[in-house]
């Protein structure tokens, strides 16, 4: 690997075979935003990939977690000429053009995580940092111009960027990004709920989260074991899934997730669900054999040992720089992986199992048990209150509804002066305090609070009678730069 700098950015490079491919990358992601800015990096993406003229060799840009990448191949000149548009762009950005994009945003599918790892991550770290993965945000058009501002420049900087090539730089490249002050990572990311537990949400299959230090290569073999069991198990014998899919999740520093997503087929979410624990809790109480960690370990020097893993590589060693992780290359996680026994990888998994979130579809009831036998806990609601409070102002639906349906009679809005409770028909309470609120969209008349503990309260015409005091109350109660007007890309639901 070789180590440049070209105008403040540093660059990193290793011959690979083909064109020239390129990636400049910023430390800059949907974790950085809050969930009233949600989605503001991308539209500077956006934003900045609307200058450029028609090319014709490769080139994209795309958002995540934790990363902005602007990616290109294609002839060195090309290559050059692409890196120095992207970095004039992103000095300059043409806010004029901030409604077209968001038009753009909004036909666009721009998630940044599949919908069990969202939801899993939003059970962990709640309405913030990679908890957002969850969230639509406020909408395209909703994002405060001083938000796209106050982020290019806090982020879109030379000293937050690395520039990774598959070749030396190409002559006279120039990479003209404004100067900055580094981001401070140093803060722990805060975990709204540690676990172990499971909880129904609009997924399409069930989904297990173990949260840890991600260079922990024991648990690393041993999810990767589990994942291929389950790949033996729900997928060969049963046919009851097409993907078993392991992830890992950079959370902050020295911690992630490490993911197992699978699909179900339809009517089979339940058994899917039930086998993804069965598995689990086998493997933890019993383990694996040195034949299936070496299956892994093989795997793993093929990949590595492939001439394509060198982009992957560049970029995993610049994504470590920009977020002050240390970098072990290749050969030194084949040696990490290669020493861990059988009995190492299992009780990783036994100790990570205290940590673990399950999710399934909605429909699925599930009935599982721990390592030490006792229930796995359900998450019916983060908030932490299961009453409503004794004072307040009393909100209902009216009358009319209230004595035709039950489930109108049991619904209630409950205003005090620290916060909102809001308790469904079928008695779950949800409490989201005022100094824990982290958005509100302007519904009509209404208001839906949203709570970083991912409580939501909607206070909204269609549910409540005479919500005037509720809306008042709430109104001056937030910071008016939390509330915004519902996206007129979204039909009001
Ligand atoms: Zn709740």
């Known amino acids: 690997m070789n180590h440049d700098l070209i105008d403040g950015v540093p660059v990193l490079w290793a011959d690979a075979p083909g064109p020239l491919e390129a990636t400049l990358i910023f430390a800059c992601g949907a974790r950085d935003e809050t969930l009233r800015t949600l989605g503001v990096t991308h539209l500077i993406e956006h934003l900045a990939m609307s200058t450029l003229p028609r090319l014709h060799h490769d080139h994209n840009a795309s958002v995540?977690?934790?990363?902005?990448?602007?990616?290109?191949?294609?002839?060195?000149?090309?290559v050059a000429d692409f890196l120095t548009r992207v970095c004039t762009a992103l000095g300059d950005l043409p806010l004029g053009r901030v409604d077209q994009e968001a038009g753009v945003l909004a036909a666009e599918d721009g998630r940044v995580a599949d919908p069990q790892t969202a939801e899993l991550l939003s059970h962990r770290y709640g309405a913030q940092g990679p908890g957002l993965a969850a969230y639509r945000g406020p909408g395209p058009d909703r994002i405060p111009l001083e938000a796209v501002r106050e982020t290019v420049t806090r982020y879109f900087h030379?000293?937050?960027?690395?520039?990774?090539?598959?070749?030396?730089?190409?002559?006279?490249l120039r990479l003209p990004l404004p100067a900055g002050t580094r981001p401070d990572r140093t803060a722990t990311q805060p975990v709204l709920h540690h676990g172990p537990s499971w909880r129904q949400e609009q997924v399409p299959g069930p989904g297990l989260a173990l949260h840890g230090d991600l260079e922990d290569f024991a648990l690393a073999l041993a999810t990767k074991v589990l994942a291929e069991r389950l790949r033996e198990t729900v997928r060969h014998q049963h046919g009851l899934s097409y993907e078993v899919d392991g992830g890992v999740v950079f959370t902050g520093p020295g911690q992630g997730e490490?993911?197992?997503?699978?699909?179900?087929?339809?009517?089979?979410?339940?058994?899917?669900?039930?086998?993804?624990?069965?598995?689990?809790?086998?493997?933890?109480?019993?383990?694996?054999?040195?034949?299936?960690l070496a299956e892994e370990v093989a795997a793993a020097r093929e990949a590595w040992e492939d001439p394509r893993s060198?982009?992957?590589?560049?970029?995993?060693?610049?994504a470590d720089a920009l977020l002050g992780e240390s970098y072990l290359d290749a050969p030194t996680r084949l040696a990490a992986?290669?020493?861990?026994?059988?009995?190492?990888?299992?009780?990783?998994?036994?100790?990570?199992?205290?940590?673990?979130l399950v999710v399934v579809p909605c429909e699925v009831e599930l009935d599982l048990r721990q390592l030490d036998g006792t229930p796995l806990p359900?998450?019916?609601?983060?908030?932490?209150?299961?009453?409503?409070?004794?004072?307040?102002?009393?909100?209902?639906?009216?009358?009319?509804?209230?004595?035709?349906y039950s489930a109108a009679r049991k619904t209630k809005l409950v205003v005090t002066d620290t916060g909102l409770h809001f308790q469904e028909p079928d008695g779950t309470v949800h409490h989201v305090a005022y100094s824990e609120v982290a958005a509100v969209e302007m519904n009509g008349p209404g208001r839906v609070v949203f709570g970083r503990n991912t409580c939501l309260v909607p206070a909204i015409a269609d549910l409540f009678a005479d919500l005037g005091p509720a809306v008042r109350a709430i109104d001056a109660a937030v910071p008016a730069e939390l509330r915004y007007p519902a996206s007129a890309f979204r039909p009001v639901d």
């Open 337 to 356: 992986m290669a020493a861990v026994t059988p009995e190492q990888a299992r009780q990783a998994l036994a100790a990570a199992l205290g940590t673990a």
């Open 158 to 172: 030379r000293t937050n960027a690395t520039l990774v090539l598959t070749g030396p730089p190409p002559a006279g």
């Open 258 to 292: 490490r993911t197992i997503c699978l699909d179900a087929r339809e009517g089979q979410e339940q058994k899917v669900a039930e086998l993804l624990w069965a598995e689990t809790l086998r493997l933890a109480r019993e383990g694996m054999t040195e034949q299936e």
């Open 64 to 78: 995540d977690l934790s990363l902005t990448q602007f990616t290109c191949s294609g002839r060195p000149e090309q």
């Open 378 to 404: 359900q998450q019916h609601c983060p908030g932490g209150v299961t009453e409503l409070p004794s004072g307040g102002q009393v909100f209902r639906p009216p009358l009319t509804e209230r004595l035709r």
């Open 310 to 318: 060198i982009p992957y590589e560049l970029g995993e060693a610049a």
